[in-house]
Nanobody, 119 residues
Framework: QVQLVESGGGLVQAGGSLRLSCAAS????????MGWYRQAPGKQRELVAT???????NYADAVKDRFTISRGNAKNTVYLQMNSLKPEDTAVYYC?????????????WGQGTQVTVSS
């Protein structure tokens, strides 16, 4: 059974920093991509950042130069360092892990961790 467990969310003032962590178990994601998505109240879930197995990263324009995604040595962990946080970053942040089998993508999600940025 695949599990993705996030941690590190919380309440922070604008301009502050938080570091999210996600540990995946039950499958080997070393050859897959991992990433972070977020969903604010009344809005759709959106991509924050992804990192491929080879280390290539992709960021949403709204977080470029403020957030940094990285993977642990075991490759089944992913981190999101969030600096210069803004109130509009307030959302539930979800960890994602993706495996490709030929043309089929298998997505796995964590339960989410709340990030609240006060002004």
């Amino acid at each position: 059974q695949v599990q993705l467990v996030e941690s590190g969310g919380g309440l922070v003032q604008a301009g502050g920093s938080l570091r999210l962590s996600c540990a995946a178990s039950g499958r080997d994601f070393s050859n897959g991509a991992m990433g972070w998505y977020r969903q604010a109240p009344g809005k759709q879930r959106e991509l924050v950042a992804t990192i491929a197995s080879g280390g290539t990263t992709n960021y949403a324009d709204a977080v470029k130069d403020r957030f940094t995604i990285s993977r642990g040595n075991a490759k089944n962990t992913v981190y999101l360092q969030m600096n210069s946080l803004k109130p509009e970053d307030t959302a539930v942040y979800y960890c994602n892990a993706r495996l490709m089998q030929i043309t089929v993508a298998y997505n796995y999600w964590g339960q989410g961790t709340q990030v609240t940025v006060s002004s």
